[in-house]
């Protein structure tokens, strides 16, 4: 057995929230064990090397850098001590029907974009980034920082004065519509939240505030990939003392007194003051809890509205692409069905919207000389059945030949490394329930005080961290989170 000392916790996980937790546990003189069950750290954020290809698994987009910032800020570090970071321009590339539009990181550029394909949206954009950006400022500095665990801490002036500003109740695409007539603008403005959260009528107007993370913050590329990101992180906690088990499961948590005695994985049995689960929380709950000290029961998990879970490709061509950029997004198709397909009625979809991420196109190390490395990303429903490599080699095959007849070029005869990823693979590798690759959707009934508790209702030694808890999916939440969960231990069990 191996014993703690006083003050001690143990994090479950070392994803981005797992490993913001350990670090801030740590910075306050805690005793930090983190047990993962993977090879490395990272979670869904792992990296995959083969081929002398080196893929992110998961995250590529890398917005809101301010909030990465203040991260290794309260360290006193700053990121660039781990990693290097470069702007992307143009930020992204969104293919249509007819064509492609590249969305320049220069503002007066996109404003003049904008204006090109409906008069007048270039003022209406300026509009619509002022109330984004009160949400900003409101939500990431403030309200994201709040547990989540009474009503009352929402009851300050400046938030009940600025409840309608922030517009919870209104929908998203409402919100969007009020400014945008033209349906590629209103598209442009839309997919944060449907690659990430939920359908944009279903989605708070509150979200605005991810348009301005993407106009205003830009997107970025750390070199190395989003695993520099990873290793920062864990690099830092490694400074700070923190201990890490890796290739180790948590398969029991004993309880006695409403109190965790143990914690028992596959290869020993640990004791701590606190334990922190950055595991899936419906794993933590129904797999590795007593049932009488569940907060939440079966039928509440399933009931729980879904953020998406992926099909993956990682793909390596012997070629270099003459006619692509780094982040593209293929809107080639009905926007609405696939939505619907994700959210409303569950299925592989028919024609499927898609990204793609050709990261060697900013990093030649992420390939040999004169070879791509490719990305490709499906957001399908999380729980669906059926994940076999007949129907993964189906959706690549239709999605290679829609990025070929954009491009004007061959992709599927020039692959030389090739390997998926979705449901199935999600729920093996990370205990994700349904599969889920974002957590939870970003809807009404699902912000603050409605997600699942980051403080156990039932045992007094349990905390909850990550994208099922407070504040919510997507990496810059994640650090968050980390944050949020470490103040309620201190505060807690002080």
Known sequence: MSELKDKSVIVIGSGFAGLSAASFMAKEGWQVTVIEKN???????????ADGFTFDMGPSFYWMPDVFERYFNQFGKTVDEYYA??????????????????LPADYSALKNLFESIEAGSGEQLDKYLKGAAYKYDLG??????????????????ETVSGVFKLQVFSSIKKHIAKYFKNEKLRQIMEFPVLFLGALPEDTPALYSLMNYADIKGGTWYPDGGMYAVVNGMYQLA??????FQFSEAVNELIVENAGIKKVVTNKSTYTADAIISGADYEFTEQSLLPLAYRSYSEKYWKERVMAPSCLLYYIGLNKKLKNTIHHSLFFDVAFDQHGQEIYKDPKWPGEPLFYASVSS?????????????????IPVAAGLEGDTEELREKYFKKIA??????????????????????????VSDYNSFKGNAYGLANTLRQTAIFRPACKSKKVKNLFYTGQLTVPGPGVPPSLISGEVVAKQVIKTLK
């Open 85 to 102: 970071l470069k702007r992307l321009d143009p930020s992204y590339r969104i293919y249509w029907k007819d064509g492609h539009t590249d």
């Open 401 to 426: 030949t829609r990025m070929e007849q954009h491009l004007g070029e061959s992709i599927i005869d020039s692959v030389v490394y090739k390997k998926s990823y979705s449901v199935t693979d999600f």
């Open 238 to 243: 490694v400074e700070l003392g923190v201990n």
């Open 140 to 157: 990431i500095n403030k309200l994201v920082h709040k547990p989540g665990l009474s009503v009352t801490e929402f009851a300050d002036w």
């Open 39 to 49: 090879e490395t750290p990272g979670g869904r954020a792992r990296q995959w090397k």
């Open 361 to 377: 196109i900013t990093d030649v190390n992420v390939a040999p000389a004169g070879y791509e490395n490719i990305v490709l990303l």
